[in-house]
């Protein structure tokens, strides 16, 4: 069983700065691509980010700059460094792994419940 866990969310004035964390756990064989999707009400999900096991990043242009993804391979954890906050970026934010869990098994997408981030003075 695959567990995604993210934490970190909170309510943070404009300008303020948080870090979130995605700890994944149970059967993992192989990690690949770790990333960050987020969903503001009545907005559909978009890709914030996205890092491959060997470190390669891609962010979202509106959030480059500002926003820093990273992952600690021994760890299983990815991590959104989110700086210079914007109203904007109040949403739910949501870590997903492409993860092999066992030899028998092929690889597959797996998402965290989501932490919800509202920016707001």
């Known amino acids: 069983q695959v567990q995604l866990v993210e934490s970190g969310g909170g309510l943070v004035q404009p300008g303020g700065s948080l870090r979130l964390s995605c700890v994944a756990s149970?059967?993992?064989?192989?990690?690949?691509?770790m990333g960050w999707y987020r969903q503001a009400p009545g907005k559909q999900r978009e890709l914030v980010a996205t890092?491959?096991?060997?470190?390669?990043?891609d962010h979202r242009d509106s959030m480059k700059g500002r926003f820093t993804i990273s992952r600690d391979n021994a760890k299983n954890t990815v991590y959104l460094q989110m700086n210079s906050l914007k109203y904007e970026d109040t949403a739910a934010y949501f870590c997903?792994?492409?993860?092999?869990?066992?030899?028998?098994?092929?690889?597959?997408?797996?998402w965290g419940q989501g932490t919800q981030v509202t920016v707001s003075s």
């Open positions: 997903y792994a492409i993860i092999r869990a066992t030899k028998e098994s092929q690889y597959s997408e797996y």
């Open positions: 149970g059967s993992l064989l192989s990690i690949t691509t």
């Open positions: 890092i491959l096991s060997g470190g390669q990043t």
